[in-house]
């Protein structure tokens, strides 16, 4: 439901260095990869108050709240990445739901720390499958390539901290960038 308790704390900006997770490069796939490429992406909700409808006057549009990552490459993105079969199971050829939502919690984890794995509801947002042509680009050859992303959204409800928890966790991220520094 669109109603719940779930609200994000992101901290001001102050701190935004200390919050800030560096990802390396995605590692190139080999030459002999599959031609098919599965890609699972995480999009967190936040929760609207249980009066949402009486307590204000604009669009509902206007009052969901979405947790996205940011690239200093491609803007806002969803979080996630793509299906590894040694990493998140699934089938030899092509991942299950159960292997992609394991992709889900992978990447989110790697990518801002937040484990998803006791998350017990996720809801399939959209799945896009497209096919990218053969092509020469930049002077490497490119073969034809199937590929489906799947999004999804985990009901986290459940898993958010309290106000005071989450300010705990912050500061023992000070202390540990502090110590490091």
């Given at each position: 439901?669109?109603?719940g ?18 990802m ?22 936040q929760?609207?108050?249980?009066n949402?409808s ?5 669009h509902?549009?206007?009052?969901l709240?979405?947790?996205?990552v ?11 990445g ?11 050829e ?24 006791a ?17 020469i680009?930049k ?43």
């Amino acid at each position: 439901t669109l109603e719940g308790s779930t609200v994000f704390f992101p901290g001001s900006k102050k701190d935004a260095l200390i919050l800030r997770r560096v990802m390396p490069e995605p590692p190139k796939p080999p030459a002999s990869a599959a031609r098919k490429k599965f890609n699972a992406k995480v999009v967190m909700m936040q929760g609207l108050p249980e009066n949402w409808s009486t307590i204000s006057d604009s669009h509902l549009s206007k009052q969901l709240k979405f947790l996205l990552v940011k690239s200093s490459k491609y803007g806002l993105m969803a979080m996630g990445g793509v299906w590894s079969a040694e990493k998140d199971g699934g089938g030899p050829e092509e991942p299950d739901e159960a292997a992609l939502i394991r992709t889900a919690i992978r990447c989110v984890k790697e990518a801002v720390d937040v484990d998803l794995s006791a998350v017990t509801v996720w809801h399939t947002f959209m799945e896009l499958q497209y096919h990218r042509p053969a092509e020469i680009y930049k002077g490497r050859w490119f073969p034809d390539q199937e590929e489906r992303t799947v999004v999804l959204v985990p009901e986290v409800s459940s898993l958010m901290p309290s106000k005071e928890q989450y300010m705990a966790r912050i500061n023992e991220i000070k202390a540990e960038h502090d110590t490091a520094a």
